[in-house]
């Protein structure tokens, strides 16, 4: 199958940067999509941006001109590069990649990563 794996979350200050990270691994034919969603406690998880192979970019109105979502197709790997961060938007981050896999590239998979947590102090 497929493992979505996370990091760069962490404490920042309120107007501070980080860079999350999702690395893919199995047996991946291709990456159709990534998305970061976020939940924060007690709510559900919203999206935060979405990205296809073929560069089409989504983002939420509420996180439009300080984040940028990428990806990097030959390390199989997407990021999400967060600045001007606000106490808003602490929740944890979660990965989602649509992949299909070289067993089956009938059908699009959804995979999610663990979460990393991302906390903005005032």
């Known amino acids: 199958q497929v493992q979505l794996v996370e990091s760069g979350g962490g404490l920042v200050q309120a107007g501070g940067s980080l860079r999350l990270s999702c690395a893919a691994s199995?047996?991946?034919?291709?990456?159709?999509?990534m998305g970061w969603y976020r939940q924060a406690p007690g709510k559900q998880r919203d999206l935060v941006a979405t990205i296809t192979s073929g560069g089409s970019i989504n983002y939420a109105d509420s996180v439009k001109g300080r984040f940028t979502i990428s990806r990097d197709d030959a390390k199989n790997t997407g990021y999400l590069q967060m600045n001007s961060l606000k106490p808003e938007d602490t929740a944890v981050y979660y990965c989602?990649?649509?992949?299909?896999?070289?067993?089956?590239?009938?059908?699009?998979?959804?995979?999610w990563g663990q979460g990393t947590q991302v906390t903005v102090s005032t």
């Open positions: 199995g047996s991946i034919f291709s990456i159709i999509a």
């Open positions: 989602n990649a649509g992949v299909r896999l070289v067993r089956d590239q009938s059908v699009l998979y959804s995979f």
